[in-house]
């Protein structure tokens, strides 16, 4: 199958209100650019200097959402880049974040990530600490928050990863339900290409899908 027949199924597989970011990592920017012809609209990217030289060619045809771990010294870049953060967690990287997008201007979306539990995964604010994330990062002005990503576990069988998706949208609700001022939670980005059916059915309207899409990467 190729890159355009992936993402054709995709979109057409997708329900309407489930947006696809198409997670392209070491992806070149021929094939960013067949997905794009394709009808993706949305690039995730982990790597800024990566992300850097695929947004130099490619610009603002498409919005670039930030899925990676993002170090304090690559925030002046992520800011002039990335239309969404989607992985801020903590208060200190997020007024990192802030006090660039005051610099130039600019505001800021960002998604809280979440660690839902699976042992391997080190980054994400636990379960249990996003509320208070939440309300401290709603206070600059400068960045909007938007909702929760979470990676779930990293292995295994789909089904292995519904609790953690189901436990990330039940956060997700409890936050929604506290009406921080200032905040909009929105999207809940969970599910990549061996978990987005089960991450749908719990509630994600964000999926970030690379191999699907693009074929197995070379590590
Ligand atoms: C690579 C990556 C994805 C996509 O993974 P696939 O299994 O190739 O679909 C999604 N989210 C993040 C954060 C990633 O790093």
Known sequence: MSIEQNVHELLHELPPDVQLVAAAKS?????????????????????????????????????????????????????????????VDSVEIASAIAKRCAEVGKIMPVLIEVNSGAEEQKCGVLTENAAYVISAVSRFPSIKVMGLMTMGPLTGEQEEARPYFAKTREVFENIKGLNIDGIEMKYLSMGMTNTYKVAIEEGANIVRIGSKIFGPRKS
């Open 27 to 87: 992806m070149g920017i021929p094939q960013v650019l067949q997905a794009i012809d394709a009808g993706v609209k949305i690039i995730g990217e982990n790597y800024i200097q990566e992300a850097e030289e695929k947004y130099k060619v490619i610009g603002n045809r498409v919005k670039w959402h930030f899925i990676g771990h993002l170090q304090s010294n690559k925030v002046k870049k992520a800011v002039a880049i990335f239309d969404m953060i989607e992985t």
